[in-house]
Structure formats: structure tokens, C-alpha cells
């Protein structure tokens, strides 16, 4: 098929994009944490991605753009690519893929719990273990490395392991 007979499809570029990883957390895509929230392809597949990022301050916004970008010009018949970062959607943990939470708790991150709503101290504190599953777990402290982690330790293994907080 040559490329002028393609026409790819929001699926087609989703699948793309699955290959850029979030450059904090690197096991997980920018799909799977939910960043990616609109995806528009015109007829002559000239694609617009629109971003919406986990938090206003996010230092990572430009390299996540620059990676969309990268990556979908190595598309072959991908036309022009165009990435911009929106707030008009406000990102959740809810919008985190099921896959999405496998790879945060395989990279040691607790996955938040889903549909919360609400940030409270109650909700950190009752954050299993990513390595053995227990909730005799204890909240460290709710700031962590990032805006978006907090710091808790097992009693059961004894690890020290970060949070993803639920938002």
C-alpha cells in the first residue's frame, strides 16, 4: 500500500504514542497515564495532539511534546504534527490505564486508589505495599520526590516505597 492510501485513525496514533514513556516514570507511556487527551487527524493525516499534563508545574511538559512530535514524524504518511499542552481538561488519577497502574506498581509506585475525589491525609495513609501487598503500611510523609508521590514505608517487608497520590 503506498502511503498516500493510508488514513490513520485516533487507535492508529494512540498505539504510537504508547511508545513514548513519561520521562518521571519511565515504564509507564504518556497514554497510560492519561496525558494524551485529544487526538484530531485531518483527511491528508496532518495530526494534532493535545496533552494534559498531571500538574501545572510539571517540568517534563516540553519534553513530552518534543517526544509526540518525534515520534509521530517517524510515522511514514503522517503529514504535519502539531502537540500542544492544554488545561482545559483537569487530568485525575482515574484517567492512569489499568496498564497504566500494573506499570507504576512493577517500578515500585503504589498506584493510586481510583475515584477519590478528595485529598486527605486518610486516603495516603491506606496505600498498600507495590512489593508484598500489605496495608500495614505507614505514611512518611506526604511529600515525596515529585508534587504528584508520597513516601511510605512496610511494616511487613520493610521496605520504604513511594505513593502515587490520587487526585
Known sequence: MDNVDIQYSE?????????VKDPEIPPISI???????????T?????????????AGCPALKIMEDLVKERLNK?????????????ETTWTTDM?????????????LAPPKQNV???????????????CSSRNTMLKSPFGPTLCRSLHYCNNCKQAFEGFKPV
Do not use: Q
Open 11 to 19: 487507535v492508529d496514533i494512540r498505539n504510537f504514542l504508547k511508545e
Open 117 to 131: 475525589g478528595y485529598m486527605e491525609l486518610d486516603v495516603l495513609s491506606d496505600t498498600p505495599c507495590p512489593y
Open 43 to 55: 483527511e491528508s493525516n496532518d495530526v494534532h495532539v493535545t496533552l494534559t499534563p498531571t500538574f
Open 75 to 87: 510515522v511514514d504518511g503522517i503529514g504535519s504534527v502539531s502537540v500542544n499542552t492544554s488545561f
Open 31 to 41: 497514554v497510560d497515564l492519561g496525558i494524551v487527551t485529544k487526538i484530531s487527524i
Open 96 to 108: 492512569i490505564s489499568e496498564e497504566g497502574r500494573e506499570a507504576l506498581l512493577k517500578h515500585g
